[in-house]
Structures are given as C-alpha cells and as structure tokens.
C-alpha cells in the first residue's frame, strides 16, 4: 500500500478579480509513493513543483483529484484526522526557515510537540539536535546562526515528533552549494536510517543523487517518473 497516492490532480488559480483568466498549473497528475522512499520533485521554474507538495501535504486543496495518506482520501478526514496528519504524521521544511525568532534553537525544535500538548523530553531534544549537528547552539537564537543552520534547525522541528513523511519545499534555495550539499545529505541520512519518507522539490539537478526516485514537471504535467537508485 503506498504511503501517499495522488489521482487526477487538477490545480487551477483564478487570474484575475473577474475570474475570466485560468492559469493551470497542474494537470491531471497522477502518482503513488512507497514508504521509505525518497522522492525529488523537479522541473523549471513555474511548473508546478510547489504546488504539488502542497497539495500532497494539505497545505492547498486540489480544484479537482484526490490525494490519499495511506489509503484514506485527505478530503474525508476529520479534523482530529486533519490534526493527527499535521502534527504526528508529516512535517514539513520551508525554503525560508519559518523559525520563530523570539525563541531558542532548543524551543524553535520542541515546539511541534509543545503544539500538540506532548511532553518535552530534553534528552529527545537534544538527540534530535545531534543528529543535525545543532546540539552545541541549543541555547541560541536564530539571527546568531547562518542560513545552513537554521535550515539544519527547520529540519530538526521536521522530525522531532517522529513523523512518517517530511516534505520539503527548496530547502537548499538559500544556500551555496556547500551547504546545500550538507543538507541533502542531512536529508539522505533521515530517508536511511530513520526510514522517513522524503518529498522534496528542487530545480537543482545535482540533487538527484541523493533521492531514490524523481518526478520531473513541465507545463503543469509529469513528463518524468523514473527511480534513480538507493
């Protein structure tokens, strides 16, 4: 049983107040992806990269099609469904960081499990900060850290409650190409020894030798589904 199926995805924005002009972004897309993969979604600028994930991570809503989380259509879920699929089963990484920036690095990472009323275990903490190499900057705040760091932080948050899929949405658009490369890694190491499944958009094609699989884009439409290696 794939962990995430899309069928028929249709994505349409309004243009203009009127209503009169369509933009398509996508178009009758259709996929499924395994647990433990680790898929990249590419293609250029203005393809739909984006969109997809945030359709497959609940962000948006499909204008047409359905998106299934282990067999269960995202459309019917309750709202303590709805909650459980934001807060237990996914997480999800923003190019931009969203860090909250009146808040340590340690609060920045607890805080998914704040949100939700679990009890914050500080060795978990501190082992989830390990694993990103951010332990030592656990008292610091996110303006006294550089752009890799706070990504390296915005991951942390991702997983720290153990989730069963993370996407991410051009996590290494703010980064040189060092630190880019650091975070995939950093990503490749969760999708190996974690077992969590990554859904990650890029338009750097260097980055597929990280994933397991790519899905390629153009013009609103998959022009490529191929798997890579791992």
Excluded: C, W
């Excluded at 996929?31 to 962000?59: C, H, M, N, Q, R």
């Excluded at 190499?133 to 890799?148: I, V």
């Amino acid at each position: 049983m794939p962990i995430i199926e899309a069928k028929n995805l249709v994505k349409i924005y309004q243009e203009t107040k009127k209503g009169t002009k369509q933009n398509v972004v996508l178009q009758n897309v259709s996929f499924a992806i395994d647990e433990k993969e680790f898929v990249i979604i590419t293609g250029p600028s203005g393809s739909g990269k984006t969109t997809l994930l945030y359709l497959l991570s609940k962000l948006e809503e499909p204008t047409t099609g359905d998106v299934f989380f282990e067999n269960k259509n995202l459309k019917d879920f309750t709202k303590q469904e709805e909650r459980a699929f934001r807060q237990d089963l996914t997480g999800f990484v923003f190019q931009s960081y969203e860090l909250i920036p009146t808040l340590t690095v340690f609060d920045n990472v607890a805080l998914p499990l704040i949100i939700k009323g679990a009890k914050v275990n500080p060795d978990h903490i501190s082992n989830v900060l390990k694993l990103v190499g951010m332990e030592p900057f656990a008292k610091s705040y996110p303006d006294q850290l550089s752009g890799g760091e706070k990504q390296r932080v915005a991951i942390a948050r991702s997983i720290v409650h153990g989730p069963k899929v993370v996407f991410a949405d051009e996590p290494t658009g703010n980064l040189d190409k060092q630190k880019a490369e650091e975070i995939m890694e950093l990503f490749k190491r969760i999708n190996v020894e974690n077992g969590t499944t990554i859904i990650l958009v890029t338009h750097n094609l260097a980055h597929l030798v990280y994933g397991t699989r790519v899905i390629e884009l153009s013009n609103a439409r998959i022009i490529k589904d191929e798997v890579l290696h791992g």
